[in-house]
């Protein structure tokens, strides 16, 4: 802390009317900063002020030392697509991501976990898979998985098509025996008919369904119809003051721009945001079972906030309500120490230093809430396309 406190919160590092972490500063909002001293907000006319300019110009934010300030901004539209191959494979994929009958059991498809109503995820805390059994994470949403950089909560797949394949394979979930649904969709002209279109003549093969429905995904984008889109356009009104005030402690004393940043609201990391629940019942050592390196225990990817208020509930064990992960952050995510038995143990896991008491009074607590409402996209209804005929062929 020093002139980054006055940074977060004079929303102008060029100000001499703050100097040092005590310097005063000249604004109307009292609040308390991030180490409990009282500090002002601008004022809102002074905020609206301050963003109603480009995202690049927007007052400087709090971030700790080594992260990278990747500025939140418009999320990119896909280019349109001239080729009628890639147009194909959109709408084969299509098919297989609604078809249930590409699953051991017969009726388990993508949409079961993934339903465009529920902003791509299943409302539920963990997914129910193979014979209703829970699994042990939450479905992520998605919105937006095409401009992703790794894939699953420890991103342990590198590809949509290898997440595709992974959980079409899992005995867990939809339990697919390959030979069998290359089998099935070879005996469908509907499905020949499309495998051709999309990809030439030769056989099925599940490279070739990998990458239709990877295809299909990556259509999921948002579509710029949330408030805080129209704001990034230039409508300054579209943001309420509670939105407005919401951004900028989201970006400043709230702290989370440090992780949450760049267009889809995620630096693309993994880290220990405290919810590993070492040693206990819900224990889930996330990105550490993929790499077996102790520093990621209890680290997961930083999910995306888009569309946030239509994806309860959260965390990877869809444990919280966004009133229950605001108020974590805001203590800090205490964490249980080291019990006796622990003391040597080097798995034990560690929360990210970015993870700090936050001294956010309820009405900030009420402004960055607001403000990640303000990320909701207008609801989707996505009509499943009708099932192709099998053993027509
Ligand atoms: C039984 C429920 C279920 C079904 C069916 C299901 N998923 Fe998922 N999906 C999940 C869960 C749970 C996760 C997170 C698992 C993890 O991170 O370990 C997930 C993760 C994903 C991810 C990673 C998202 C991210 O942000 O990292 C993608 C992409 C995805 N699923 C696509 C699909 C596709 C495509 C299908 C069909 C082939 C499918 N899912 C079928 C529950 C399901
Ligand atoms: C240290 C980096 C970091 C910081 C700082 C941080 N987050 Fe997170 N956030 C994460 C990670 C990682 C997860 C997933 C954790 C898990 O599931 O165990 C997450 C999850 C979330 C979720 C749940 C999303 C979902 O789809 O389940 C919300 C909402 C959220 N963060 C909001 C915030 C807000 C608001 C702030 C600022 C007060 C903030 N975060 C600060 C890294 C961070």
């Known amino acids: ?24 500063v000249s604004s109307t909002a009292a609040t308390t900063n991030a180490v409990g001293q009282a500090v002002a907000l601008p004022a809102i006319d002074e905020l609206r002020r301050l963003y109603a300019r480009d995202p690049a110009a927007w007052p400087a934010p709090g971030l700790d030392d080594g992260v990278v300030h990747r500025e939140l901004g418009l999320v990119p539209r896909p280019l349109r697509d001239e080729d009628p191959r890639l147009a194909a494979r959109i709408e084969l994929g299509e098919h297989l991501y ?10 388990m498809s993508c949409a079961s976990c993934h339903d465009a109503e529920l902003g791509f995820a299943d409302g539920r805390a963990t997914s129910l898979g193979k014979d209703a059994k829970p699994l042990k994470r939450n479905a992520p949403a998605l919105l937006n998985t095409g401009l992703r950089q790794s894939w699953f909560w420890d ?37 020949s008919e499309r495998f051709e279109a ?26 710029g119809s949330s408030a ?5 356009e230039g409508d300054h009104e579209a943001l309420s003051d509670s939105e407005l005030r919401g951004l900028h402690l989201f970006r400043t004393k709230a702290r989370c721009l440090n992780c949450h ?30 790499t077996k390196d102790p520093a990621d225990v209890g680290r997961f990817r930083t999910p995306s906030l888009r569309n946030i208020g239509r994806t309860a509930p959260y965390m990877h064990n869809g444990q919280f309500d966004l009133d229950g992960v605001l108020n974590m952050y805001n203590a800090g995510m205490p964490r249980p120490p080291r019990r006796a038995d622990q003391q040597d143990d080097p798995l034990f896991p560690t929360k990210s230093p970015h993870l700090q008491r936050l001294f956010l009074e309820d009405e900030e607590k009420a402004d960055v809430k607001a403000f990640l409402s ?17 053993g027509d062929l």
């Open 228 to 232: 805080f889109d129209d704001f990034l």
């Open 155 to 191: 991103g342990r797949a590198a590809s949509l098509e290898d997440q595709a394949l992974a959980v079409l394979a899992n005995p867990a979930e939809m339990d697919a025996d390959f030979e069998a649904v290359v089998a099935f969709l070879s005996s469908s002209r509907g499905y």
């Open 1 to 24: 802390m020093s002139w980054r406190v006055c940074a977060m919160f004079l929303a102008s590092a060029a100000s001499s009317a703050c100097t040092t972490q005590e310097g005063s």
């Open 98 to 107: 609604f078809d249930g009958r590409l699953s051991g059991s017969g009726q």
């Open 374 to 390: 303000s990320l909701t996209e207008r609801r989707r209804r996505v009509k499943p396309p009708a099932p192709l005929a099998a």
């Open 198 to 223: 999309a990809f030439g003549p030769g056989p099925i093969a599940m490279d070739k369904v990998a990458a239709s429905i990877a295809a299909y995904e990556r259509t999921f984008v948002s579509d």
């Open 261 to 290: 940043n760049g267009p889809l609201l995620s630096d693309e990391q993994f880290h220990n945001a405290g919810l590993t629940y070492y040693g206990r019942e819900l224990q889930d050592l996330g990105r550490y079972e993929q």
